[in-house]
């Protein structure tokens, strides 16, 4: 029998990724047509008091890349772009990436603390049993997966850290979180210019 040429992991991966480069489309389509039919005063007035409060994004974008990713990153990367207020695009991109895979590291460690928890792992909660089930099936790649697509990183982070995953494991397969971060930052910025 022949063997396939990419694997269960790879055919997981590849959706994932598409996935993820779908919404991101979606995304960028979104800004594209709210530009082009809203002035920038309209803009300012829907969005103002958030959009050129930094502060208040920041906390939002951390608060997001703690909670499972409520905000997708894509939308601070947006936000960067446009206004340019924590430094250059591709700094801000970076501050931006380390944040993200600071919280996912933070999870990770109180995933840890729980891990003896038997009570957490055998939650009923639709959404975690969702992804500790995934995870049972994909361990430690399902980490590097999350880091480049939709399925919320610091989620699995959690579950990485309550299943047992080694601490050195995590942070090499979660440095993927930052390249997704640049990749999409780049795509963003080339249909911009």
């Avoid at 905000?71 to 931006?96: A, K, R």
């Avoid at 993200?100 to 975690?128: D, E, P, V």
């Avoid at 697509?149 to 047992?164: D, H, K, R, W």
Wanted: charged share 15%; with cysteine; aromatic share 18%.
């Amino acid at each position: 029998m022949k063997k396939p040429l990419i694997g269960e992991k790879g055919k997981f991966l590849i959706e994932n990724i598409l996935k993820g480069l779908l919404y991101l489309g979606i995304l960028v389509a979104l800004f594209f047509l709210i530009r082009q039919n809203f002035t920038e005063e309209q803009r300012l007035e829907w969005f103002g008091s958030i959009y050129n409060n930094p502060k208040l994004v920041m906390t939002v974008f951390v608060g997001s890349e703690i909670l499972f990713g409520i905000v997708p990153p894509e939308v601070f990367m947006l936000w960067s772009l446009e206004t340019g207020w924590i430094g250059p695009y591709f700094t801000s991109i970076g501050i931006l990436s380390v944040i993200s895979y600071c919280a996912g590291f933070f999870n990770f460690t109180i995933g840890q603390l729980i891990n003896h928890h038997s009570s957490f792992m055998q939650s009923k909660n639709k959404y975690m049993s969702k992804y500790r089930s995934m995870f049972s099936k994909y361990g430690s790649y399902l980490v590097v997966v999350a880091s480049v697509s939709p399925i919320p990183f610091s989620a699995i982070a959690l579950l990485g850290g309550a299943g047992g995953m080694s601490r050195r494991e995590y942070l090499l397969y979660s440095l993927w979180r930052i390249l997704r971060f640049f990749v999409y930052a780049y795509i963003i910025w080339k249909i911009e210019t």
